[in-house]
Every structure is written in C-alpha cells, then in structure tokens.
C-alpha cells in the first residue's frame, strides 16, 4: 500500500496565499475564523440528538420563521468566532432582527453577513444542513444605524455538512474547496481552483410551490421535464430534479457538477423568497468566481444594490447555460 499524501490544511493555505498585511490579510484571517467555527459546529451536528439539540426553541427568526434549537447554536457559535478577531464591526444574521455591534475600533473594518445554520429543517431528520457568509468592506467606523448600500462583498463562501464537512470560499482570486479531516481536526485541501461546468444535467427547486410561480417560470419547468422524457435533439439534454431542501447542498452541486438551482417569485413572496446579503450574494460570487452564473432572473446578483439588512431577491444560479436559458423564460416564456 503506497504511503497517502499528506495534505495542505486550511491554515497552511491560507498563510501561503495571504500577504504580510493590508485587507486581504485580513479577508484570510476572516476565512480562517470561519473553517474555526464550522469546525465547532459540525460536532454539535453530529451530537445533536444525543445532546438534545433537536427540535424547535419556540422562537422566531428575523424573518418570522420558526427557530430550531441548532439555529440558536448556530448564531451563537458564529458570533462569538467573529467576535474574537477584533476585525468585525458587526454580523447580520438570519437569526438576529437587527445587526449585531461587535466593535467600534477603527481596526473593525469588516461587515459579515451569515446564514449560520441554512436547511435547518433538515436537522431532525439527519438531512444536509450548510453556513453561508459574505465578508463585506463597511467602509468607514461602524455607523449607526449600519448602511447595508455602502456595504462591497470581499469573500464568500459556505459549508456543507453532510456525509463529510466541506468548506468552499471565493476570493477575487481563488474558489478553493476543504474537507474536513477528523483525525487532524482540521480542514484540508479537496477542491484547488473550483470551477463550474457550463451546462448541467441537473436542476434543483421546490416543485411543491409551483402552482404560485409565474406562467413563464412553470414553462422552464415543463421544457426541462419534456428534455428528459423526450431528448428532441443533442441541443436538449436530459435534466433530473435534485431538491434537498438545503440552499447550500443544491448550490454545491450545481457547482461541482452543473446545472442550477432556482427560487423565484411566488404569490406568498413576490419579491422573492431568499435573503440577498447573507444567502444569494455569497454564493453568488462562489459561483461567478468559479465560472458559473447567478441572476435574479432580471438581473445578475452581484449587481443588485442592497437597502435593507433582510432584504429578499428571487435566485437562479448554477452554470451559465442553464442560468441564460432561465433568463430567456423568464422575459420571454420561451428559448430561441
């Protein structure tokens, strides 16, 4: 049996990418903070039913969803990482009502938006459950109240916990993937220069919802499902459904694999349904900086000026060919 190859943890590649001051020093060290705190988290993960972690608080979130006892843990593991740096002025959580004031040091330069637990419906059920964060210049000293518009998104990324922990940042850079590695008890490198596939074979979206969708977004629905049983020419290709239920689990394959995932508009959220600084922006520029495409429909994510701290858009994104041919539907209702 040959000898396995040792490999670059998180720590090792960080230090060999980061330069010896300025804010990109900082950005690294913010990752690094994150691959810390999804560490922590994914053992409560894994003791959550022998913890008694399971279940509902009683509370509701910042946009009146019910909170799970792993949100709340969630938020708390999260906040106290960041707060530890002395870098962040403030987080933006789906679990806090208003951003949360960590430091008013003029080292405290940073602004991070998270999704601590996304998918926590899953968690009962040992489903796929993910974190989501942005890393945003603020600009100034933290202003009261803070002024999401002056806000420029530096670094994102997210985890997935699953089968294995896997962390994925995007920087300006690089899109870099990490496995988590109990032996080591640490992230190690898996995915070096992660890039999306054009197209994909795959889609993933709430089909349970879809009766409330627009008329042009049901017709991309019904083209893909028609591709897959009637394959018209090698243009079309077969598309399967993939739906999780976790934000994350089905972006993370659209971007290893191809293919999107979707949330439009619906009667009950007709500005859309996810959250722009703290889900659709961070994982948009995973998958902008990796090749793929991300759009509102309308509009590419990255373009979409924020004016509220919880402030929801409609998300389709994946590779770049389905993400277009989604677009098309949407101001047409058809493909050319």
């Known amino acids: 049996m040959t000898r396995r190859e040792r490999r670059v943890d998180l720590a090792e590649h960080l230090a060999a990418v980061s330069p010896s001051s300025g804010e990109s020093k900082d950005v690294v060290r913010l990752i690094a903070t994150v691959g810390r705190a999804a560490a922590v988290l994914q053992r409560h993960l894994r003791r959550a039913a022998i913890d008694g972690h399971l279940g509902y608080s009683g509370g509701r979130n910042s946009t009146g969803d019910s909170q799970k006892k792993l949100d709340l843990l969630g938020n708390e593991t999260v906040v106290e990482a960041f707060a530890r740096t002395g870098l962040v002025a403030a987080i933006v959580s789906e679990e806090l009502e208003q951003p949360k004031v960590l430091s008013r040091k003029r080292t405290a330069r940073y602004v991070v938006c998270a ?104 017709k991309f629905v019904e083209y893909l499902a028609a591709s897959n049983c009637e394959r018209p020419s090698s243009r079309h290709h077969p598309y399967s459904l993939r739906y999780s239920g976790a934000l994350v689990a089905d972006v993370h394959r659209s971007i290893l694999e191809g293919g999107l995932y979707f949330y439009p508009p619906d009667d009950k959220h007709p500005e859309g349904k996810l959250r722009l600084l703290y889900e659709c922006k961070p994982l948009a520029f995973v998958a902008e900086r990796a090749g793929g495409r991300a759009s509102t429909g309308t509009q590419p994510v990255l373009t979409v000026a924020p004016d509220s701290v919880h402030q929801r858009i409609p998300l389709a994104i994946g590779s770049k060919a389905e993400v277009e041919l989604y677009e098309q539907f949407v101001a047409q209702g058809g493909h050319s």
Not at 134 to 162: C, D, F, K, T
Not at 182 to 189: I, K, N, P, T
Request: proline share 8%; with cysteine.
């Open 115 to 218: 999704d601590p637990l996304d998918g926590s419906s899953n968690t009962d059920i040992n489903g796929p459950v993910g974190t989501i964060f942005g890393i945003y210049r603020s600009g100034s000293i933290l202003p009261e109240p803070l002024h999401v518009a002056q806000l420029e998104l530096l670094a994102g990324g997210y985890v997935l916990y699953g089968p294995s922990t896997v962390l994925v940042y995007a920087t300006e850079a690089e899109v870099t993937g990490f496995t988590f590695d109990a032996q080591r008890g640490s992230f190690v490198l898996t995915h070096p220069k992660l890039r999306c596939p054009t197209q994909g074979a795959y889609y993933s979206a709430n089909l349970g919802n879809s009766d409330c969708w627009p008329t042009n977004v049901r």
